[in-house]
């Protein structure tokens, strides 16, 4: 028979967040969703799905479960007995169940349906600006015509050569270059180099669209000067216009954001984000970030290879994975910031995993007007960082010659290096400076299985700093490295001390 259980306590609650959802206003009602975590602000009323890459229409349906099966057969097991009245004489009703869940009784309902048809846009420099260039034969000319042909959600593939566009992405598609006339199925970014050309005088590509990708491209020769002087060679942004955005295969080369003004974001500026506090996401993979100046002129600047900001009242996450930030400046000679990357991110986190931050500088030379410049590497504010798998080496930036920390407007920074190796970041002309230098209170740090040399201290912080926590895990500083720690900085844990032996990676 049946076993009548009463309920009348919520212990859980295993739905997916509504809209407006806090941790701790669920918590109060012991509501806490179940086996998964979700971060203030989640919802899903926008989901996003991998799709084939040869798709062309899209059918979508909505169902709901009516009963599940595990419930149908508890009742076709636990009714398992013959039962007669004077109607229907003997019914095993366990038989009847069973008999119906056969026949799609409980399956679910389809409550709504969609159909997307997704046109495909082709570009070569031997194509025509006319016609829809849905056809591969076909092609575009010019990536902006293809734009105004393309759908929301549809893509446009791209074939090597130059185009020479100021590119304006205002749809939410996915543009892919490294395709050839021959072969408009695999994409080869190496081989069949897609180039947009800024030809020294312009932004090559901006992007003001949600959910944009971008895969299989070089950005390069890209001048803002006497524009916005944000993003030399791309620049992604607008509240609430831009709050996801994937950028893939890319080689950023040889942008200026400005020859005069103060510039921010000398090969790529992304400012994202949104005023419902959902949270806004940068991806980048397989990224190459290269020579790159934020502006050559004479006042200050930020982020020599990438500015990436949070904007409006949302976090912004970060990932990138096997990047390569290289050769940057941000500054000439007055105070600036972020040589290779800068980071203000809303109170979100920066993930940089199996990447390579080399020989940047937040200025040319040693500054004296605006005081000194911060953060050869990075420069982080605002935001947690995390690095993994990470070499920072060769990069010069007065305070902070690998990373600068600004905690002075966020009280619960967090910074974990694992597996990082900070080598030889230092100015030529200086002996003092530190690998990482940290500015405020509340800030903690952990170090793990991390390699410091070539600086003179590798943690540093102001003399009155509170709250600075410092956890060293299985750390090595080489002997050259004069100090650990310099200033207030509460240390658990000791570094081992001694000369690493460096071996150059076998090329290729």
Request: aromatic letters at 6%; one cysteine or more.
């Amino acid at each position: 028979g049946f076993h009548i259980v009463l309920n009348n306590q919520i212990f859980k609650d295993n739905r997916i967040p509504p809209r407006g959802f806090t941790n701790a206003a669920f918590a109060a009602r012991d509501m806490q969703p179940v086996g998964v975590t979700y971060a203030d602000g989640q919802y899903w009323d926008t989901t996003y799905y991998p799709l084939h890459p040869e798709a062309t229409e899209i059918s979508v349906r909505l169902m709901y479960q009516t009963a599940s099966s595990e419930y149908l057969d508890f009742l076709a097991s636990e009714a398992n007995l013959d039962v007669g009245d004077a109607v229907r004489g003997t019914t095993n009703w366990g038989a009847l169940i069973a008999e119906q869940r056969g026949k799609n009784v409980g399956k679910p309902v389809v409550m709504a349906t969609a159909h997307l048809f997704m046109p495909r846009q082709f570009v070569a420099t031997t194509g025509t600006d006319t016609g829809a260039c849905t056809e591969s034969d076909q092609p575009c000319k010019t990536i902006n015509y293809a734009i105004s042909q393309a759908v929301d959600g549809g893509e446009i593939r791209v074939a090597a050569g130059i185009y020479p566009e100021m590119i304006q992405l205002s749809k939410p598609i996915s543009l892919t270059g490294g395709f050839t006339t021959s072969n408009w199925v695999t994409p080869n970014w190496v081989a069949n180099p897609t180039i947009l050309n800024g030809q020294n005088s312009y932004r090559p590509l901006t992007i003001n669209a949600d959910g944009v990708q971008i895969n299989g491209f070089t950005i390069r020769n890209g001048n803002t000067t006497g524009g916005d002087r944000y993003g030399g060679g791309l620049y992604i942004g607008g509240v609430n216009v831009v709050n996801r955005a994937t950028l893939r295969n890319l080689r950023i080369e040889n942008n200026i954001a400005s020859t005069v003004e103060s510039g921010e974001g000398g090969g790529l500026m992304a400012a994202m984000g949104n005023t419902f506090q959902s949270p806004a996401q940068l991806t980048l993979s397989n990224v190459t970030v290269i020579n790159n100046k934020a502006t050559t002129g004479h006042l200050g600047a930020s982020g020599g290879g990438m500015n990436i900001q949070g904007v409006g009242n949302s976090i912004l996450n970060v990932d990138l994975t096997n990047v390569t930030v290289q050769e940057n400046i941000a500054g000439n000679d007055f105070s600036s910031s972020g040589g290779g990357i800068a980071l203000s991110l809303n109170g979100g986190r920066a993930t940089i995993r199996q990447s390579r931050i080399l020989g940047n500088q937040a200025a040319v030379i040693d500054t004296f007007l605006g005081g000194p410049s911060n953060g050869g590497g990075i420069y982080l504010t605002n935001g947690s960082l995390l690095l993994e798998n990470v070499l920072l080496a060769g990069n010069d930036g007065e305070r902070g010659d690998a990373i600068w920390i600004d905690a002075t407007s966020q009280t619960d920074m967090v910074i974990g290096l694992n597996y990082v190796t900070i080598a030889d970041n230092h100015r030529a002309n200086s002996t003092g400076n530190s690998a990482i230098e940290m500015l405020g209170n509340t800030l903690g740090i952990v170090a793990a299985n991390t390699l410091f040399s070539g600086s003179a201290t590798a943690f540093a912080a102001p003399a009155n700093a509170q709250a600075i926590t410092l956890d060293l895990q299985n750390m090595l500083v080489a002997e050259s490295v004069t100090a650990v720690v310099s200033g207030a900085i509460a240390t658990t844990g000791q570094a081992l001390r001694g000369n690493p032996g460096f071996v150059n990676a076998t090329s290729g």
